[in-house]
């Protein structure tokens, strides 16, 4: 398992043409199985830190997140994908339909980015861009190359 560092970055633009942008960057471990890179990292959002898991295919991404909030979604062009996002104060159905997915991955690093509209219990919220950089943590390199 390599350690790796993690850069996401998502956006938002609700109804009212406002966007908002969220920046993530930690620290992680990748591991190759299988055919699938699969990149994970803690996520601290908030108080509460959430174990987030990426499995990343050729065309398809997975996302997983457990701990305070706990979820599964899908990315894959033209996909829509509904989950239960799951967080203390309760339960929300979230769908999302992919529109355009773009993956550059080689041995353990690469670049992700996702352009998708979501809605929450059948309706629509906002559209969304996700951008994931995945790079080896700079110890790493040396025994890497």
């Known amino acids: 398992m390599e350690k790796v560092i993690v850069k996401v970055r998502g956006e938002q633009t609700g109804a009212d043409g406002e966007t908002n942008a969220v920046e993530v960057v930690a620290e992680g471990r990748h591991y190759y199985k299988n055919g699938m890179h699969y990149v994970l990292y803690d996520d601290c959002m908030a108080e509460e830190s959430i174990s987030t898991m990426l499995r990343i295919?050729?065309?398809?991404l997975r996302l997983t997140r457990s701990g305070a909030i706990s979820q599964e979604q899908h990315f894959m062009n033209g996909l829509e994908s509904v989950s239960e996002y799951r967080t203390p104060m309760g339960s929300l159905t979230l769908?999302?339909?992919?529109?355009?997915m773009e993956i550059a991955y080689g041995t353990v690093s690469g670049e992700i980015h996702v352009d998708y509209a979501m809605a929450i219990n059948g309706a629509w919220q906002s559209d969304n861009t996700l951008s994931i950089s995945v790079c080896p943590e700079a110890s790493e390199v040396g025994r890497l190359n």
């Open 57 to 60: 295919e050729p065309d398809r």
């Open 95 to 100: 769908s999302v339909r992919t529109r355009n």
